[in-house]
């Protein structure tokens, strides 16, 4: 799916090589300042790299167009972000900046389900706390139904139980409908017992082969 040759970004990320496959779940293991949420960056190109190439199912992202590109390569940040207004109207607003089309309240509390946020679609969306603010954010990706999920950290506002759920909940999802996960996670407990793939980075933002 991604394929990266002698890919560098500044002094953070140095990957000779590295192929991130179709279909699964790649957890993105490594200490703070490895690169993890470089590389998830540069995936989607939100960054581009100062030295080689990035390649989506055979094309270079440079010459993709990159909003094309992000609507199907979607990436959750680690810092969630709400809209003003309702629930409902979070979701909204995020279908209509990607040009699709309103949805009906229960395809928006399904997604609401899938992310444990037990909140009526009519709450106040900057009333909520910060783990509820990352799981609305959560499910706002999911809804929007790209073909791969860059997820940086999704469940780091959660407690112990809410994230177990959560991930469960993301991976049933994932591999129900057939999507690519690439997601970064402190956890070696989570990437072992729901990535398929492990990927390690090192300080220097190289892979540990």
């Known amino acids: 799916m991604f394929k990266l040759d002698k890919v560098k970004y500044k002094n953070i ?104 946020l037990n909140k009526s679609l009519d709450h106040n969306a900057k009333e909520m706390s910060g783990g509820e603010r990352q799981r609305l954010a959560l499910a706002r990706v999911l809804l929007l139904d790209g073909e791969v999920l860059l997820l940086d950290e999704p469940s780091s506002a959660l407690d112990e139980d809410t994230e177990k759920f959560v991930i469960e909940s993301v991976v049933k999802y994932a591999k129900d409908n057939n999507k690519s996960v690439i997601m970064v996670t402190h956890s070696s407990l989570i990437a072992k017992e729901y990535g398929d793939e492990i990927i390690r980075m090192n300080k220097g933002g190289t892979i540990d082969e």
Request: glycine share 6%; aromatic share 4%.
């Open 13 to 116: 990320l140095n990957i000779d090589n590295l192929h991130i496959k179709e279909g699964i779940i790649t957890c993105l293991l490594g200490e703070s300042g490895s690169g993890k949420t470089t590389l998830l960056r540069l995936l989607n190109d939100l960054i581009s790299p100062t030295e080689g190439s990035i390649l989506y199912k055979n094309k270079n992202i440079v010459d993709m167009n990159p909003v094309e590109l992000r609507r199907k390569v979607l990436m959750l940040g680690q810092t969630p972000i709400t809209f003003e207004g309702t629930i409902r109207e979070n979701f909204n607003m995020a279908l209509e900046f990607s040009e699709k089309e309103k949805a009906e309240d229960d395809i928006l509390q399904k997604y609401l389900d899938i992310s444990n």
